[in-house]
């Protein structure tokens, strides 16, 4: 049973160029979670997505990021114009939506923009 | 914010037992204590939950005090791989997918 993978591992942007992180979930998981790591930070909640919904945005940044979770594919997280700051490591996570149940994390993109 | 304090910092000799302490004094009749433990750079770990029982799987024992205001995380005979950042995080069981809130963590360090 694969895990939760997320591609590309790495990503390098120029400043002003768009990045577009993927997450595929576990088998039979309809929950995903992004998050992201700052250098030397913690891990902060994005965004929380069942299939083709937003549940919850409220870590979203309000301009530049966007996030979806279509019937059919991975779910995708969009970078507009990415700035410096947007350097990071984005993890997703994959949940099968029962109570109480476990988050399970993929291996991360690290984006860096130059 | 997070609702768990945790020291920053825990030293262990290799192949003994790693005990690891989690205050959560605020939490709720319906909140699970979850860890995790994050490797490097790597994607966190999940590692255990528990309500109010103490819990045990291949990986570690859960130990959770009767008013449930704090609990320890086990690790029966540490090894050098299981030198890696750990999170204690509350999250509410009703409503059971509510995003993880991880907060700074203990810095474990496995020595040899």
């Known amino acids: 049973n694969a895990g939760v993978m997320q591609n590309p591992r790495h990503l390098v942007r120029r400043r002003g160029q768009e990045a577009r992180l993927r997450c595929s979930p576990m088998?039979?998981?309809?929950?995903v979670y992004w998050y992201r790591q700052l250098p030397e930070e913690g891990l902060k909640f994005m965004v929380y997505?069942?299939?083709?919904?937003?549940?919850?945005e409220s870590g979203m940044p309000k301009e530049r990021f966007s996030a979806e979770f279509p019937k059919e594919g991975p779910s995708i997280l969009r970078i507009q114009q990415v700035v410096r700051g947007d350097s990071a490591a984005y993890f997703c996570?994959?949940?099968?939506?029962?109570?109480?149940?476990?988050?399970?994390f993929g291996p991360g993109t690290r984006l860096t923009v130059l | 914010d997070a609702k768990t304090t945790q020291p920053p910092s825990m030293d262990c000799a290799e192949g003994r037992a790693a005990n690891l302490p989690c205050n959560h004094s605020?939490?709720?009749?319906?909140?699970?204590v979850y860890w995790y433990r994050q490797i490097h750079s790597q994607g966190p770990q999940y590692i255990i939950h528990?309500?109010?029982n103490n819990e045990t799987n291949e990986m570690a024992s859960l130990i959770i005090t009767e008013d449930r205001k704090s609990s320890t995380l086990i690790l029966p005979h540490a090894t050098l791989r299981d030198t890696a950042v750990y999170y204690c995080?509350?999250?509410?069981?009703?409503?059971?997918?509510?995003?993880?809130?991880f907060g700074k963590g203990t810095r474990l360090s496995v020595i040899a």
């Open positions: 996570a994959s949940s099968p939506g029962v109570e109480g149940n476990e988050q399970f």
């Open positions: 088998k039979g998981h309809s929950h």
């Open positions: 997505l069942q299939k083709e919904n937003i549940i919850d």
């Open positions: 605020t939490i709720s009749g319906n909140e699970y």
């Open positions: 528990g309500l109010k």
């Open positions: 995080i509350v999250r509410g069981g009703l409503s059971g997918n509510t995003p993880l809130v």
